[in-house]
Antibody, heavy 117, light 108 residues
Framework: QVQLVQSGAEVKKPGASVKVSCKAS????????MHWVRQAPGQGLEWMGI????????SYAQRFQGRVIMTRDTSTSTVYMELSSLRSEDTAMYYC??????????WGQGTLVTVSS | SYKLTQSPSVSVSPGQTARITCSGD??????AYWFQQKPGQAPVLVIY???ERPSGIPERFSGSSSGTTVTLTISGVQAEDEADYYC???????????FGGGTRVTVL
């Protein structure tokens, strides 16, 4: 069965970077794109970007341009999202989600990133 | 930037019908998707391509589209349907994903 398993919670200081991983299993990794979505405490869903797992082409939401980098490792079926220059407003749950035949069809369990001095 | 607008909340008694709307200028040209999110859980897709229901989603969930508005309807609401619901689509380019602000459904 399809599974997306994300790395554990992180606590970072303002100005630092964080790298979250998302390991996929149960399907052919390169057949589908992967999204990253975040959700601040008590807030709605916010799309961060998408990565093509075949050719490594990415599209990032405008508000994250220059601060986010999405990468993938096809040998381990793992996708990474790195966010730099962290500020308190980046405290959120970060999700990976597969762009399947019906759009966001499978989601990771989420990774809580806390930014605090 | 492109926005999808949802009403913040809907309250409904068990067995009644809940309707959640989502408005956006590109919706006549772009498919809409609906997600249910319960506290502490990842979102779950309940409707795709405006009105299609994924396998495993109860028949009481349905979707429709008219002009710049899409609607998620929950018929015969059950207590377990209490959750936040988000619409999602893309801008006119088809590349950039947008989520609505979410609608909290409260079952009285």
């Amino acid at each position: 069965q399809v599974q997306l398993v994300q790395s554990g919670a992180e606590v970072k200081k303002p100005g630092a970077s964080v790298k979250v991983s998302c390991k996929a299993s149960g399907y052919t990794f390169t057949n589908y794109y992967m999204h990253w979505v975040r959700q601040a405490p008590g807030q709605g869903l916010e799309w961060m970007g998408i990565i093509n797992l075949t050719d490594d082409i990415k599209s990032y939401a405008q508000r994250f341009q220059g601060r986010v980098i999405m990468t993938r490792d096809t040998s381990t079926s793992t996708v990474y999202m790195e966010l730099s220059s962290l500020r308190s407003e980046d405290t959120a749950m970060y999700y990976c989600a597969r762009d399947g035949p019906n759009n966001f069809d499978y989601w990771g369990q989420g990774t809580l990133v806390t930014v605090s001095s | 930037s492109y926005k999808l607008t949802q009403s913040p909340s809907v309250s409904v008694s068990p067995g009644q019908t809940a309707r959640i709307t989502c408005s956006g200028d590109a919706l006549p040209r772009r498919s809409a998707y609906w997600f249910q999110q319960k506290p502490g859980q990842a979102p779950v897709l309940v409707i795709y391509k405006d009105s299609e229901r994924p396998s495993g989603i109860p028949e009481r969930f349905s979707g429709s589209s008219s002009g710049t508005t899409v609607t998620l309807t929950i018929s015969g609401v059950q207590a377990e349907d209490e959750a936040d619901y988000y619409c999602q689509s893309t801008d006119n380019s088809g590349i950039y994903v947008v989520f609505g602000g979410g609608t909290r459904v409260t079952v009285l």
